[in-house]
C-alpha cells in the first residue's frame, strides 16, 4: 500500500538534498518536500485524508458510490494524488486550474473552463507565474530535467493505458482527426492518451454509475492479459456511449422486448 507515495516523498527528501528527481514538474516537488518534514507514516496519512474529505466536498452523499469507483481505490491504494486534482478540476478556479497543471498529462481537462470564460485568462497566467517563476529563477534547467526523466514506460505498448499499438503516433493522429470531424474529444483523451495510468481514470468519477461496475470488468480484463493496461482504456469509449445515451435506449429496447414496458429505471449519476 501507498507504493507509489513513496516515489512521492523520496522526491521531497531528494529536494531538500539538492537534487530533482521524480516525474513531477520542480514546483509539484516543493509541495512534496513540504510533506518530506512529516515521518512517511504519517504524511501519507495526512495527503490520504485530505483527499477523500475533498472527495466528500465534491460528491457528498454520492462519494459512497463513487468510492467504489475501480480506478479511486487504485489511487487510494497506490497512495496517488489524483483526488485532489479530481477536486481542483470541480472546483475550476483560475488557481484551481493552474495547479491542475502540476500533473501536465491532466491539464486537458482543464482547457474547457479556460477557453468557455475569458475571464479566468489572466488570474489563471498570473497564478501559473506566480507557480514557476521563482522556481525557474532558480533553477532555470528544470523543464530539461524534468523532460528528461518523465518517461516512466507508459509511452510504450506494454505500460500504455490506450487502445494504440504505437500510442503516441496513434494519440496524435486521433487528435487531429477529432479536431477536424469535430469527434468527441473525451473519449480520445481517455481511450487513446498515452501519458494516463489506470488510476487517473478516477477523474472520469461524476460521469454514469454504470461506470463502477464496468471499470470493474477492465480491470478484470487486465489481469486476463498479463496485466497489460490497454483494456482499461475502454472506459473512455463506454464514457462516451453513457454521454450520448445509447446504453439507455438498448436499456429500454431490452425491456420493451421482454415485456418489461417502457418504465425507465436505467441508474443515472443525479438519481
Not at 501536465?104 to 479556460?114: D, G, R, S, V
Request: a positive charge; charged letters at 15%; hydrophobic letters at 55%.
Amino acid at each position: 500500500m501507498g507504493g507509489d507515495f513513496d516515489q512521492l516523498y523520496q522526491s521531497g527528501l531528494d529536494l531538500w538534498a539538492g537534487r530533482y528527481s521524480g516525474l513531477y514538474p520542480l514546483p509539484a516537488n516543493g509541495l512534496f518536500a513540504l510533506l518530506a518534514l512529516l515521518p512517511r507514516p504519517v504524511a501519507w496519512a495526512l495527503l490520504m485524508f485530505l483527499g477523500l474529505a475533498l472527495f466528500v466536498a465534491a460528491f457528498r452523499r454520492q462519494a459512497l458510490m463513487w468510492i467504489f469507483f475501480q480506478p479511486v481505490l487504485a489511487g487510494l491504494w497506490l497512495g496517488q494524488i489524483d483526488l485532489l486534482f479530481l477536486w481542483l478540476l470541480r472546483w475550476g478556479s483560475p488557481v484551481a486550474l493552474a495547479l491542475v497543471t502540476l500533473k501536465p498529462q491532466l491539464f486537458p481537462l482543464a482547457l474547457p473552463a479556460l477557453i468557455t470564460d475569458r475571464a479566468k485568462w489572466k488570474p489563471f497566467g498570473m497564478a501559473c507565474l506566480a507557480l514557476y517563476g521563482p522556481v525557474t529563477l532558480v533553477r532555470p534547467s528544470w523543464p530539461v530535467e524534468w523532460l528528461r526523466q518523465c518517461d516512466d514506460g507508459r509511452l510504450g505498448w506494454s505500460g500504455s493505458s490506450t487502445i494504440l499499438s504505437n500510442p503516441l503516433v496513434g494519440f496524435a493522429a486521433l487528435l487531429a482527426t477529432s479536431a477536424l470531424i469535430r469527434l468527441d474529444w473525451r473519449a480520445v483523451f481517455w481511450s487513446a492518451n498515452p501519458t494516463i495510468r489506470w488510476y487517473d481514470f478516477a477523474l472520469m468519477a461524476g460521469g454514469s454509475l454504470w461506470l463502477i461496475p464496468v471499470s470493474w470488468a477492465l480491470w478484470g480484463a487486465t489481469q486476463l492479459v498479463a496485466g497489460n493496461p490497454s483494456p482499461v482504456a475502454a472506459l473512455g469509449l463506454v464514457d462516451l456511449i453513457l454521454r450520448r445515451g445509447n446504453l439507455e435506449r438498448v436499456w429500454m429496447v431490452a425491456k420493451r422486448n421482454l415485456g418489461g414496458g417502457c418504465r425507465r429505471d436505467f441508474p443515472r449519476s443525479s438519481e
